[in-house]
Every structure is written in C-alpha cells, then in structure tokens.
C-alpha cells in the first residue's frame, strides 16, 4: 500500500476546554492577543475551569479502513470529528488530512422547511461543492436512493424526521470523497433503509476512508475494521473493532459493576436477572428475565442487552432500537421480560449482560455485567453472528 493511501493522520492531538463561559472568553482573547504579538502560551498546563476534552490522540487511517470511535458520552468523540473536519483547531499536536472531507453529521439540518425536496437537493449539493451540471446528472440516484419519489417535489417541512435523514444520506452518496465522517446518523430510520445505508457505505470504502462514531455495537461490527476507545478524553485502545468494543464494554462493566450501581441511581435498590432456559436451538428465541425494585416511580427506562462469546468478542447487541420503547415501573417490585428473537448465534457458549439506564443514556438504572451462560445447539443453517431485534415486554 502507496504512501498515497494514507489519508489521515494524527500525532497527539490535545484539545483544552474550559468549563466557565466568561472565562473561556478572556482566555480566549488574551491567547489570541499573545499569538499577534508572537508570544504564543505555552498550553501544558491548565489554568481555572479548563480541561483536557483530549489528550494525546494518534492514529491513522488508509482508504478502504473504516474507524469506528467508541467512548461515552463526553468522551471526546465529537471533538475529535470537528477536529478532523478543520471547525476546530487543537491545542496541541497536528492533523494530516488528504484529500476531499464529507461529513455525515446531524443529516437534513441545513434544509429550508419551505422549499421542496428537489430543490434542497440543488442547495445542499452546491453547499457541499457539487455543480448543478452534477446534480443535473446525479438527482435521478438521489431521489431513488431516498425512495421519495412521491414527495420529492412537496415541502421538506411535510417530511417526517425519517424522510429528512433519507433524502440527507442519498444527497452524500453522489458526492466523491476520499474522507467520510458518520456521526451517529444511521441511528434513524427503518431497518431496511439503515441496511441501504450500510451497503452504501461499504461501496464508498473501497476508494475511502471513514469513521464511524456510534453506540450501535453492531453497526460498528458490521462497517469498522478499526476501533479507538476514548474515556475523558483519554485513549483506552486502539487496534481491532472486537477487541475495541470488548475493551469498552470492561470499562463500562468495571464502572457500573453490579456491586456499584447503587452509588450512580439510588431509586433502583433491587436488580437480578435469571436465564429460564439455559440451552436454545439455532433460530429460537431466547428470554431473560429482569427482577427489580424501585424506591420510588420511574420512568423513561430503556434497555440495553449484550451477548459475548467465549473469548469475550462482543457479537450482539441490543437497545431497543429500530423503535426504542420507554419503560415505566411503579414503587416496589417488577419483572420485565426480555425475549430475543430468533437466535441465530453460531452453536456455543455465551455471555449475557444487561444494562438499564435513564433516557439519553446519561443514567445508569443498573448493569449486570455477564451475568450468565447460555448454550445454543443445532445445526448452523443460517451463517450470522447478530441475533434479530428483540421484543420487550413489561410483566
């Protein structure tokens, strides 16, 4: 591989942020006034109300790998994307970046409500570089990829919010670019769009190179051959996508360990899970049973389910997702019932975790980290390592 497939590049790349506005803005004029006068601050040390959102972040990435970058929120993940995509700059360190950018950030923002989907497409491709000669060329894809056909010459403003992220994404897949940053975008929309989205993504891998940032275990799994863990700003590992995911479901696990989730939610004060059937067959469903207790009335509680194999690979994942449904549970004692569809994992043995947590994902409710063993049986006829999405049921 030619030195020209290297189209990305960090070296140490810091970033410092400070907590307090006013400060931030005095700071920020007083280091502007000391870079006109050549006299640049040293930015090894913080001063009041700052922080590093990062520190010391290398990697680099060639055409054709995908990057998937994986951390909690306020990690620094999005810091990191700005940074690359030239808004911000760092404090410390450099980017190398060669090449065309596109970034698929917050997909459908920039559309007027008041003009119809045809002529965004004409605005938002020029905004992006393209030419009306290549829109003139390219529109016909778009509006298929979108599958608006109908509504393509209506008000963007009578799209629903799936719609909006369609005809977004179809507009990036005209443009040809060396460099392709996701973030979070292929959270909406339906199974089948979002599956669209993937084959779309792995045909612009062969001429480029992307990075993914998602909590969607099994989109990284599916896209990302490269995974980089960021805790506070910090780098936790870098290398394989297994090994990134496995090493950031440790830290969540050794965070919100069963024995200290009490100390981040104190309304849950009970939290057991039990597995009524140890063995399953290829293609049968598998149920888990929640027992819980709440101090008090909560509500907005999602579910999150992750399946581990003997060497600890995270293969599956599960948070409510095409269609997240919220929970609610009264004061006192509830079990839920989770029941994942149509197994089809490889014949072994396998982990379980669970985790509930708060809307956003900001709270955690409780984690039971591999909690428990199960055992799937039968013939391999359907080769696949990701179970269906699951149903959940309140009990």
Known sequence: MSSNDLLIETANVSKIFCRNLKRSMRYGAGDIARELLGRRRPRSLLRKDEFWALKDISFSLRRGECLGLIGANGSGKTTMLKIING??????????????????????????????????????????????????????????????????????????????????????????????????????????????????????????????????????????????????????????????????????????????????????????????????????????DLDLEFSEPTGNVYQRVCVHNRQGKLIGEWNNSPAPQRLSFPRGPSRVCVVLERILFRPGKYVLSVMMHGEGGKTILGHAHQVGTFHVEGDLSVKCEFALPAHLEAA
């Open 87 to 288: 808004l911000i700059k760092p404090d410390q360190g450099c980017v190398t970046v060669r090449g065309r950018i596109g970034a698929l950030i917050a997909l459908g923002a920039g559309f007027n409500p008041i003009l119809t989907g045809r002529e965004n497409i004409y605005i938002n491709g020029a905004v992006l570089g393209m030419t009306k000669s290549q829109i003139d060329r390219q529109i016909d894809r778009i509006v298929d990829f979108a599958e608006l056909h109908e509504a393509i010459d209506a008000p963007v403003r009578t799209y629903s919010s799936g719609m909006y992220v369609r005809l977004g994404f179809a507009i990036y897949t005209a443009l040809h670019t060396d460099v392709l940053l996701i973030d979070e975008v292929l959270a909406v929309g339906d199974v089948a769009f979002r599956s669209k989205c993937y084959s779309a993504i792995g045909e612009m891998l062969k001429s480029t190179a992307a990075i993914l940032v998602s909590h969607n275990a099994e989109a990284l799994l599916r896209i990302c051959n490269k995974g980089l863990v960021l805790d506070k700003g910090r780098l936790i590992y870098a290398g394989d996508i297994c090994a990134a995911l496995n090493a950031y479901e440790n830290e969540i696990g050794k965070r919100f360990s069963t024995q200290d989730y009490l100390r981040h939610c104190r309304p849950c004060t009970g939290y057991r899970v039990s597995l009524p059937r140890r063995h399953v067959c290829h293609g049968e469903q598998l149920p888990v």
